[in-house]
């Protein structure tokens, strides 16, 4: 339920238009049922308050509510245009990718839904300003009139506001703050903390009798319903295997993952329905989302990453500043439970098993791409040993095999740029840094063995490469 809620919650949050859109409802429901307030209140009405409200003819009042009509659709139609510039930097200076991030910004819908809520509800109160010409009642909606112009007022405020908003979110730092955070949130809804690899069930084969499951459909896969795929599995008294993860992308009539049953062969009809069923089990769709899919927000890092090191940009700051919080999402991947997805039937049979991304598999997709695109690089190169020696601390001993192979192909990847003697020295010294880590008994992290607080991201680690061992391997160039 959790799961679900939160890919609703991302669905919703990621379109621009929701909030705008009920703003605009409710600013004409509001502009209809205000002026009856004012009709109903205006001859009772204290005479501090009829003081402060609108004072002016129905004649003024039209000036009022049509001047902040217009002027409220010219600075609605200003947003947009800056929003749009903005989301064509965003793609073409960083990546593709963060569009999503941007356009998931409750500040920016807040601010359009605002502008346009105005502009509504003045247009709205404007159709009930009677000046008697017509042989109809004089009637001006002086607390409707006081309202529109408050509005008015904040959305001049709300205009300086974006402005500053809008300078502040183009920064590459606050866009990789925001994936960092947004993916952060994804681990924590779709991850449980890392078990004891003593407590892990061995999981079944696939026997050779075993059926593939086609996908239905072609696209990446957004969301299991986890719910229904056990309910599928348990009808038609199966063992589900589904290869698929969220993030992965799927061709239809294509393997999706393996089925069979202890009883035999599948009749025709229960291997249709559950084929159907599985087919509605799994949610795909053109573009990637991060309601479940945990590898996305590695992907969206590394994107800004690579688009950094490209020729065109050239921005190896920025890329190193992303590999800072590529490894502090890493680091967090690495304390959780990325073991597939094992679903039960009420008596304790294995009926359905989601598999997920492995650890090595998360590394390689973070590492391989700014490995390939920065290999001239002494400080992307250097950064990235430190990313290393960083993973190497946090993550526990099995799993210290994905981090030499990731070693030793950045050694390779070294060796063969023409850096000079210094530079080399450096990157040898940052290589045997990992090693003595790799060497160190892994200690669960505890709030009291955090020592002094981490670098930020982007700065190496300034601790000294462990004595003896590491002098012994500088010395001999390994």
């Not at 009772?44 to 003081?51: D, G, I, K, Y």
């Not at 998931?104 to 359009?112: E, G, H, K, N, P």
């Not at 890329?319 to 597939?340: F, K, N, T, Y």
């Not at 680690?461 to 160039?477: H, L």
Request: negative net charge; charged residues 20%; aromatic residues 6%.
């Amino acid at each position: 339920m959790r799961q679900l809620l939160f890919s609703v919650r991302d669905a919703v949050r990621t379109q621009l238009w929701p909030v705008p859109v009920l703003a605009v409802v409710l600013a004409a429901l509001v502009g209809v049922l205000l002026p009856r307030l004012d009709a109903v209140a205006d001859a009772s009405m204290p005479a501090w308050l009829a003081a402060v409200l609108f004072g002016g003819d129905a004649d003024a009042a039209r000036t009022v509510l049509s001047a902040v009509s217009s002027s409220l659709i010219t600075v609605t139609s200003l947003t947009f245009s800056l929003t749009v510039v903005t989301l064509q930097l965003a793609s073409s200076q960083f990546s593709p990718r963060l569009l999503r991030t941007f356009t998931s910004d409750i500040f920016v819908q807040a601010t359009l839904g605002l502008f346009l809520a105005t502009f509504t509800y003045s247009l709205t109160v404007l159709r009930s300003v009677r000046n008697g010409s017509d042989g109809q009642i004089p009637f001006v909606p002086r607390i409707s009139v006081t309202t529109s112009f408050g509005l008015a007022v904040a959305s001049v405020i709300g205009l300086v506001v974006f402005l500053a908003h809008l300078a502040r979110q183009i920064r590459v730092e606050t866009m990789l703050r925001d994936v960092h955070r947004d993916s952060s949130a994804v681990v924590d809804a779709v991850l449980s903390a890392r078990r004891d690899p003593a407590l892990r069930a061995d999981l079944p084969t696939i026997p050779d009798r075993a059926d593939v499951v086609l996908a239905a459909g072609s696209g990446f896969v957004l969301r299991l319903d986890e719910g229904e795929l056990l309910a599928a599995a348990i009808d038609a008294n199966a063992v589900l295997i589904i290869g698929a993860h969220p993030g992965a992308s799927l061709v239809q009539d294509t393997p999706l993952g393996h089925a069979w049953s202890p009883d035999g062969p599948f009749p025709s009809e229960v291997w249709d329905r559950l084929h159907g069923r599985v087919a509605r089990a799994v949610r795909t769709g053109y573009e990637r989302t991060s309601a479940q899919d945990v590898g996305y927000g590695l992907r969206q890092l590394t994107d800004v990453a690579n688009k950094a090191l490209s020729p065109g940009i050239n921005d190896p700051t920025t890329a190193v500043h992303a590999l800072g919080h590529i490894s502090a999402l890493l680091c967090e991947l690495g304390d959780r439970d990325l073991q597939p997805v094992v679903l039960h039937d009420d008596v304790g049979h294995v009926r359905a098993i989601l598999q997920r991304p492995g650890l090595g598999e998360l590394v390689d997709t973070a590492l391989t791409q700014p490995r390939r695109y920065g290999a001239a690089d002494p400080a992307v190169m250097g950064r990235m040993f430190d990313l290393l020696g960083e993973l190497a601390w946090r993550f526990p001993p099995e799993e210290h095999p994905v981090v030499r192979s990731q070693l030793a192909r950045l050694r390779s990847t070294v060796a063969a740029q023409d850096f000079d003697a210094e530079e080399t020295r450096q990157l040898r010294n940052r290589a045997a840094l990992v090693e003595s880590r790799l060497r160190i008994p892994h200690v669960p992290v505890m709030a009291k063995d955090l020592g002094p607080p981490p670098s930020p991201p982007g700065q190496h680690d300034p601790s000294p490469p462990a004595p003896s061992t590491c002098r012994a391997e500088n010395e001999t160039g390994t």
